[in-house]
């Protein structure tokens, strides 16, 4: 049988939840309940579009230019986002995992992020994702293996699907009091700035509304939190079904794009047609800022973990 281009395939199944993982990247291929996708699905035998359902690490989001400087040295990593000059959403989005682990209901999967140009770090990753009661939890651990410390960050990409409609149609809740805004051109760090205030007002979903023709690619912080700790992103429908992700205080920022594309009419099958809520354990560009990057010691590891869950 021929493999697919997204690599090999696992089936999780939990009560009425049923999730399909690709082996390339550790993406989260689909995901249903009770038959409708929470997520927006791709085909097995499709190269994936626009980081749908990826595991990003070492760093998510964007580094300007490809360019820092970590312990004195200046790096410079591929550009992969080259319309805007930046390197995009890490080195192991493309990396091909192998199961290490596997059940009907969890499947875990791991890659070596090799020491190479621009990062001369030896990473382990492993990607869990555990279908449950509450929905599928996944998470992301990095263990640096090589004889230095390495800067890390990591969040997913899922591109969460409320149901019938495009984004245009869904109701959202965004819990955060500031977000970062960026430049026009390379979406790169401004400032912060209160959701109040920034755009008017148009990012404020503090209370839930409808999401319209806002147009949304930004990172968000100062997030309102249970008493677990946990924060939550909702999306719904106008009948009030919809789907939910809700992670703890390792990730305190996340991101959010309505997935619009430069030329809608070229590609109307990309085109709004899922929210990327993306948690996070920096914003864009912290390998240049330093905010909120982890640093891994020799032998150190670090887990950042996230729940998807139908409403």
Known sequence: MTRPLSGTQYELTFGEYRATIASVGATLRSLTFQGRDLVVPFDADTVRPAYRGAALAPWPNRIGGGAYRFDGVLQQVPLTEPERGNALHGLASWLDFGAIEQTPSRVTLAATIVAQPGYPHRIEVEVVYELRESGLYSAITGANSGPDAAPWGTG????????????????????????????????LPLGLASVDTANEGAWDFREARTIGDVFIDHAFTSLTRDASGNASVEVRTADGQGVAITWDAVCPWVQVHTADQPQPELHPELHRVGLAVEPMTCPPDAFNSGTDLIVLAPGESHTAGWTISAL
């Open 156 to 187: 997913p990409h899922p591109y969460l699907v409320a149901g019938d409609g495009h984004v245009d149609d869904w109701s959202l809740l965004l819990p955060a009091d500031e977000v970062l805004e960026v430049t026009p051109d390379t979406l």
